[in-house]
């Protein structure tokens, strides 16, 4: 048996920890030069700042328990159960929820953790699907998988995904002049959608936000995203009521998060499989859930 797992985010890469451990031989098609896919960062300012995934939200107990593995070697730490939340740019009540967890090496570190003894061939895009596997999985945005032309009952579930973009900035200040808060939802904005204070949840108390933008805001600005700096900069400033000026980095999420969830956890037309965070709630947990389930049932094909 011999699998191809095409893409290296967090539910590819989950698919391809389950089937390697249990004897099967994977093989990981990455078309980026690291893994991760939205667990995703940038170096701005001589620093890593996390500029995909905000946060983990770990509350299925298998995820829970990889979480707690990861905490115990010191690569992910609960961050925060609240958060602030604006309305407008009114402040509210901060919103008590599930413990959202961080990475001090930046989220990407999980997956590279998950990478690490996996056959794993970066920079290597496919464009259509491999004839040599015993089965393929597209590991994926559905607008991504289409571009491999998958078999009809996979083509048809990607089709009926539908995607927002986001904008994401990465703001370096010369200091940490905010009020102590850990994260925003930002509510009925016209540009922004979330802030967080990426030096609090990565725990080096760097003074850097990272904002993400409404999907409204990065579709009109999607051809030219850093001509968005200023606007993103200056919203958070208003937001927050900063005067500094800070650095700004910019960087755009075309397939950022389904806008409606589907049935999980994944989709399959005879050796084709389609796994992702659009089977579920768009989070981290629910790729790896795809991904894993995906994993455990070409297993259990074999066993048959
Ligand atoms: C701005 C933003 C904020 C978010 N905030 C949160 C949050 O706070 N909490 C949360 O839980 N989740 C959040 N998410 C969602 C979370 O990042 C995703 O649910 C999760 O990372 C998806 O993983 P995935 O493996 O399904 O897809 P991806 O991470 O997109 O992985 C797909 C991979 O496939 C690769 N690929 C695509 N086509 C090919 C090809 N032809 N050949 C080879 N490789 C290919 C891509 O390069 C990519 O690496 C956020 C996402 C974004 C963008």
Redesign the pocket.
């Known amino acids: 048996m011999k699998v191809v797992v ?8 989950a698919c391809a920890v389950e089937l390697s451990a249990a004897g099967v031989s994977v093989r990981v ?4 030069p690291v ?5 995703s960062g940038v170096v701005a300012g001589g620093r890593y700042a996390d ?7 770990a509350d299925d107990p298998d995820f829970a328990a990889v979480a707690d593995r990861w905490r115990a070697r010191g690569l992910a730490r609960p961050w925060t159960d609240t958060l602030a939340v604006f309305r407008g740019r009114v402040p509210g009540e901060p919103a008590a929820g599930p413990m ?1 967890w961080a990475a001090p090496g930046g989220l990407r570190s999980l997956a590279e953790d998950l990478a690490g003894g996996l056959d794993v061939v970066l920079e ?4 259509a699907i491999p004839g040599d596997a015993d089965a393929v999985v597209l ?3 559905g607008p ?2 289409l ?2 032309g998958p078999p009809a009952a996979v083509a048809d579930a990607a089709r009926a995904q539908a995607w927002e973009p ?1 904008l ?1 900035a990465v703001c370096t200040y010369p200091g940490r002049s905010w009020p102590g808060f850990h994260g925003a939802f930002v509510n009925d904005h016209p540009v922004l959608a979330t802030v967080c204070d990426d030096g609090d949840r990565r725990g080096d108390l760097a003074p850097v936000l990272v904002a ?1 933008s409404t999907a409204a805001f990065a579709r009109s600005r999607l051809a030219d995203p850093g001509a968005a700096a200023g606007e993103l900069a200056a919203a958070v400033n208003d937001l927050l009521g900063l005067d500094e000026r800070p650095e700004v980095r910019v960087h755009r ?1 075309t ?3 389904p806008s409606s969830p589907g049935t999980p956890p994944f989709v399959t037309d005879g050796r084709v499989w389609l ?3 659009a089977f579920g709630r ?6 790896w859930l ?2 894993r389930a995906v994993g455990r049932a070409i297993v259990q094909s074999t066993e048959r």
């Open positions: 095409v893409g290296a985010g967090i539910a590819g890469l098609h990455e078309r980026d893994v991760g896919g939205r667990l500029v995909g995934a905000a946060y983990l939200v959202r290597s895009r496919l464009d590991a994926m945005p991504q998988a571009r491999l986001v994401t993400h999420w397939c950022a998060r796994a992702g965070d768009p989070r981290v947990q629910t790729a795809s991904g």
